[in-house]
């Protein structure tokens, strides 16, 4: 299953379920179960395998609806936790100077941080360099603490897309990133929530894309993870519970823009696309802040 958060026309907040993989069209969840709620972090707190979305996708009395109607809305809204990934493929550690890490470079990013599919990134009025990330992300269905290797992808929801989007100059005015990663609004979200069962186990495999203005950026896979989903699971969890909703983005590859010569940044009037094999494609233009 495709699952997504959306505005309607009446710019009420649902949730929709795509009626197959390249469909443009979907089940409006909320309005086919009014069990359902309008978020899927809550959803996930209730249904952690979600089976409710599953059977209104089944419902032969569906409340079927068109994608050019709605808006995209921020994947996870609110999550308690957005645990990102640093340095997690080598060749991006290598383009920064980095020797490859012993541990991985973890950072935290804040809801305010994020931004749907289609949504403008915002350059902030501070800097002018906006630079791209493409990543995998994953999100949590099922509370676990020390997760191991046996156990860890059974608390793992779906997949999805992250443009994890980084102050460059602000990032590195501090040994921590904090600064430089959470920008209001950013960091791109989306477009939807791609059940495990439509993916290679622990989303092995997978082609990692960017495009700026339609010219390839960077072009990874996540076989090259330093750190693969199953142990960023069982490290983050020695340290946390993970909660229903939670987000793990899990780094990018070579390709950065403040890698290149010259350095390549995000400007108004850009389009980023950044592309996951099996999952889809997340898109959004570069505006100035206002």
Not at 75 to 92: E, R, T
Not at 109 to 138: C, G, M, N
Not at 232 to 251: N, R, W
Request: charged fraction near 25%; proline fraction near 7%.
């Amino acid at each position: 299953m495709r699952l997504f958060t959306y505005r309607d026309q009446a710019n009420q907040k649902r949730l929709g379920v795509l009626c197959t993989k390249d469909s443009s069209n979907f089940v409006d969840l909320c309005a086919t179960d009014p069990s359902i709620p309008p978020n899927l972090r809550d959803l996930l707190a209730i249904d952690p395998e979600l089976l409710k979305a599953k059977n209104a996708l089944e419902n032969p009395q569906a409340v079927i609806k068109d994608l050019a109607d709605i808006r995209f809305d921020t994947l996870i809204a609110n999550p308690s936790k957005i645990v990102c990934m640093g340095l997690n493929y080598a060749d991006h550690a290598k383009e920064g100077g980095n020797a490859r890490p012993e541990y991985p470079g973890f950072f935290m990013r804040v809801p305010s941080s994020l931004a749907p599919h289609l949504a403008p990134l915002i350059k902030p009025k501070v800097s002018d360099k906006l630079d791209y990330e493409a990543e995998l992300a994953f999100v949590i269905g099922k509370r676990g603490r020390n997760l191991t290797r046996e156990n860890a992808l059974d608390c793992v929801a779906g997949y999805s897309i992250f443009n994890d989007g980084s102050i460059r100059d602000y990032q590195r005015k501090s040994t921590q990133w904090t600064i430089g990663k959470n920008f209001d609004q950013t960091g791109s979200f989306g477009p939807w929530l791609v059940t495990p069962d439509e993916l290679p186990r622990g989303a092995h495999g997978l082609q990692v894309q960017s495009r700026l203005n339609g010219v390839l950026m960077q072009n990874g896979n996540t076989k090259e993870f330093l750190w693969d989903v199953v142990e960023m699971i069982v490290l983050i969890s020695e340290c946390m519970t993970l909660e229903p909703g939670d987000v793990v983005i899990t780094g990018t590859p070579a390709g950065v823009g403040y890698a290149r010569t010259p350095p390549v940044f995000m400007k108004p009037g850009d389009i980023c696309e950044i592309e996951i094999e099996g999952i889809g494609i997340l898109r959004n233009s570069i505006e100035d802040q206002v």
